[in-house]
């Protein structure tokens, strides 16, 4: 069965760092597509940052860049979202998701994916 787990959350002060992992049973990493999503109180998701099985192209939105990177490690089937200079509006739920079939980063992360893990909660506060 397949399967997302998210963790490495946490509660952090600003200005710190967090390394959030996505496991992956059942995919094979380096078949699948995997975006890093966050859900903060009362809003929406929103699409944080992908990275591409096909090359391994990453994308990154506007309010991270600079600040979080996606890596992957095909040999333990997992990604990181590597996240610095932390600050509260980061605060959030973070979910790691895929797709069946892959229409690229940037569809991904303006449309959601078809599967993701039931996320890790970061807190970002002094």
Same mark, same amino acid.
């Given at each position: &069965?397949?399967? $997302?787990? #998210?963790?490495? =959350?946490?509660?952090?002060?600003? =200005? =710190?760092?967090?390394? $959030?992992?996505?496991?992956?049973?059942?995919?094979?990493? !380096?078949?699948?597509?995997?975006?890093?999503?966050? &859900?903060?109180?009362?809003? #929406?998701? #929103? =699409?944080?940052?992908?990275?591409?099985?096909? !090359? /391994? @192209?990453?994308? *990154?939105?506007?309010?991270?860049?600079?600040?979080?990177?996606? @890596?992957? %490690? %095909?040999?333990?089937?997992?990604? +990181?979202? &590597?996240?610095?200079?932390?600050?509260?509006? !980061?605060?959030?739920? +973070?979910?790691? /998701?895929? !797709?069946?079939? @892959?229409?690229?980063?940037?569809?991904?992360?303006?449309?959601?994916? %078809?599967? *993701?893990? #039931?996320?890790? $909660?970061?807190?970002?506060?002094?």
């Amino acid at each position: &069965q397949e399967q $997302l787990a #998210e963790s490495g =959350g946490g509660l952090v002060q600003p =200005g =710190g760092s967090l390394r $959030l992992s996505c496991a992956l049973s059942g995919y094979t990493l !380096d078949e699948y597509t995997i975006g890093w999503f966050r &859900q903060a109180p009362g809003k #929406e998701r #929103e =699409g944080v940052s992908c990275i591409s099985h096909k !090359d /391994g @192209s990453t994308y *990154y939105a506007d309010s991270v860049k600079g600040r979080f990177t996606i @890596s992957r %490690d %095909d040999a333990r089937n997992t990604v +990181y979202l &590597q996240m610095n200079r932390l600050e509260p509006e !980061d605060t959030a739920v +973070y979910y790691c /998701g895929t !797709d069946e079939i @892959s229409f690229g980063c940037p569809y991904a992360l303006s449309n959601g994916m %078809d599967y *993701y893990g #039931e996320g890790t $909660l970061v807190t970002v506060s002094s």
